[in-house]
Structures are given as C-alpha cells and as structure tokens.
C-alpha cells in the first residue's frame, strides 16, 4: 500500500518500518480484532503523512529519477506470446501512469478496492471515511482513470485488443 501510495520505494520501506515501530509501541492500545487491517491503517496514515509533508516541501531532484521507470501492476508468470505480454507490459505502465493522476484519497481506495481485494466496508474502516465516501472516491478513481486512458490513444488502442483478445467484445 505504502509503495502504491507514494511511488517511491525509499520512502514505502521506511513507512513500513516506522508501520511495525509504531505498531509494537501501541500493542497495549490494540483491541482486537484484525492485526492486517490495524498495520494497514498505521501504514495508509503515515503514507499520507509523508504526501502532506511532500506536498508542503517538494524537493525531488530530478537527477535522482531512474531513466526509465518499470512499474509491476501483478505479479505473474508472462504469457508464452512475447507480443501478448509486451501488450499487457505497456498496458501496465500505462495503468500506473493513469493511477498517479488521481488524487490520493481516490487512489487509495481504489487500490483497497481493486487491487487489494478489500470490502468497502474495510476501506471506510482503514482510510476513517464514511461507506458512502468510500463509494463515491471508488466511483469517481475508476471513471478519472477511464477518461485518462480514453485521452490516450495509445492505451485505447491497447485496451481494444486486449477486450477483443480476452472477451470476444469490446465494452471492455
């Protein structure tokens, strides 16, 4: 969550020690129920912090940036077809491109959501939002990324194909 969030894998390891730091020091203050969602609200909280603090100072150095970024948006075994999985490589990158541009409280929810396979109900319960926030931020992350990838005739090419591949349709 922390490296989805911030896009920088420096800084989501040290949320994620400071995660298990402050998570030891509250144990006393844990009341049950689910350790992942309690580490997981620790994390999604300090994750925001480091954006607020970003945002207040930037000073990212551009010199610092990789050439090239490779973002994994899954993990899994690429397809026997090299032009398939170069296909979905691109598409990939693409994603994450698109995923960027939305505001932070969209992109959190729809990672929860998408990726990471967690109800609304836990959302709203790890982000602190009402269900119908939760809702609305879901709704709203997932149409800003359909009309960022519609702008790009790149990825609308990509995502003709890979409907047609997949379903036979295109109302993918």
């Avoid at 009341?31 to 207040?56: C, E, F, K, P």
């Avoid at 729809?110 to 879901?138: H, N, P």
């Avoid at 359909?146 to 109302?171: A, I, V, W, Y």
């Amino acid at each position: 969550m922390a490296l989805r969030l911030l896009r920088d894998p420096e800084a989501a390891e040290d949320v994620t020690q400071d995660t298990f730091v402050r998570a030891h020091a509250a144990l006393d203050q844990f009341v049950g129920g689910s350790a992942r969602s309690w580490l997981l609200r620790i994390a999604t909280n300090r994750s925001y912090d480091v954006l607020r603090y970003r945002r207040r100072r930037p000073a990212e150095s551009l010199d610092a940036r990789p050439v090239e970024e490779e973002p994994v948006w899954a993990v899994e075994t690429p397809p026997a077809d090299p032009e398939a999985f170069a296909t979905r490589q691109e598409l990939s990158a693409r994603l994450e491109a698109a995923l960027a541009k939305l505001t932070d409280d969209q992109r959190v929810a729809v990672v929860l959501y998408d990726i990471q396979g967690y109800t609304y109900e836990e959302i709203a319960s790890l982000t602190g939002a009402t269900l119908g926030t939760v809702k609305s931020r879901i709704h709203r992350g997932r149409a800003r990324l359909r009309e960022l990838l519609r702008q790009d005739p790149r990825s609308r090419e990509l995502l003709g194909e890979t409907s047609r591949q997949h379903s036979g349709d295109e109302s993918a």
